[in-house]
């Protein structure tokens, strides 16, 4: 299945402040405003959420398709993705923008002063799916996840177009984007992924009820954070899967998208849906017990052996044919 993964490509920089910002901010002077924070930690992390998803994907041992636009400084990022199997050949490099990058300071007191720089993510836009499925003679599922919103709305309308299955991954785009957009996104999705508070919104957005929305989409994948995630089909019984148990939490950054990654190689090796559920909650588990989403590494033997206890050794048998963890 040749399954490409469109959004975002971007860089966390995560600073920590060891003092108070209120201290520094002085009621009388707001009007001119002048502060340079000594910061004493730096972290930078690879993020984005179409990076994120094909990632996971390519941990779990497909070659997904990353489709998205980023800056002439790609380099490092492009390698560290192809070592882990992603074909970036789709990528967009702009010529005069740098790569999407979310700079954020935290104090002592977690108070955060943080700015999303869209950069070169603004010419997603100006890509084009065909030549992505003429290079690799034909597209089965194209995922469209948060992305830069003229982006996310061409995507999907060149699938209902040219007849290419779609699976709608909105998420934290729902906020910015008119109700009418929504209604363009959800619309004749092969798969429409959120979580449950999405949901609701969704449903808010578009007007559209619960019922109307199964219409209008194959299948609905809600993620439920601890409680795992429920599958529900037009006329067929909701599908309840529930979470793999962690052996630790440390950061809940980026387990929706190792949600999706999960759930799309199940769909990538033809499996039941209650399959692909178990592997994306058991994909979302690994990046939870780490900081960062993707910090953490998948051994098959490992994966083999925490996905047959969590959900049996009938359903790890029916994976491990397709399984092929990859860590270089
Ligand atoms: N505490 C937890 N224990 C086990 N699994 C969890 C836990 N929290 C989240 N998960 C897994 O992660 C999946 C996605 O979580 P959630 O519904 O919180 O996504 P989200 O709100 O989209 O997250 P984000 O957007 O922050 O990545 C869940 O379906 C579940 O598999
Ligand atoms: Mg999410």
Excluded at 164 to 169: T, Y
Excluded at 238 to 255: F, N, Q, R, Y
Aim: proline share 4%.
């Amino acid at each position: 299945m040749r399954i490409a993964v469109t959004g975002s490509i971007a860089t966390d920089h995560l600073m920590t402040f060891p003092g108070s910002f209120g201290d520094q901010l002085i009621a009388e002077q707001l009007d001119r405003v002048s502060l340079s924070f000594l910061v004493d930690d730096l972290q930078i992390r690879r993020g984005g959420c179409a990076a994120n998803i094909a990632f996971g994907m390519g941990c779990l041992g497909l070659k997904p398709v990353l489709v998205g636009a980023v800056g002439n400084d790609f380099a490092d990022y492009r390698s560290w993705l192809e070592r882990h199997g992603v074909d970036c050949a789709s990528v967009h490099i702009s010529e005069t923008q740098h790569t999407a990058r979310f700079l954020c300071t935290t104090d002592e007191h977690h108070n955060q002063i943080a700015s999303f720089y869209t950069g070169a993510m603004a010419e997603a836009r100006l890509i084009e799916l065909q030549p992505v499925a003429d290079r690799l003679k034909g597209l089965d599922l194209v995922l469209i996840s948060p992305n830069d919103p003229d982006a996310m709305l061409r995507h999907t309308d060149e699938c209902r177009r040219r007849g290419i299955a779609f699976a709608a991954d909105i998420s934290q785009q729902l906020a910015r984007m008119a109700d009418e957009q929504i209604r363009q996104l959800v619309d004749g999705a092969a798969y429409l992924f959120s979580n449950d508070y999405e949901k609701g919104l969704i449903e808010q957005k578009t007007g559209w009820s619960d019922e109307e929305i199964l219409d209008r989409v194959g299948v609905r994948i809600t993620t439920l954070g601890p409680k795992g995630a429920v599958i529900d089909r037009k006329g067929e019984p909701s599908i309840h899967v529930a979470p793999a148990p962690e052996l630790g939490k440390a950061d809940p950054t980026g387990v929706g998208d190792a949600f999706r990654a999960g759930f799309m190689s199940g769909l990538a090796w033809g499996l039941p849906l209650e399959r692909c559920g178990q592997l994306g909650n058991l994909t979302a588990t690994h990046v939870l017990e780490r900081v960062g989403g993707q910090e953490y590494e998948l051994s098959q033997r490992g994966f083999l052996e925490r996905f047959s206890a969590a959900y049996g050794p009938e359903a790890a048998a029916e994976i491990s044919g397709h399984l092929r963890c990859y860590h270089p």
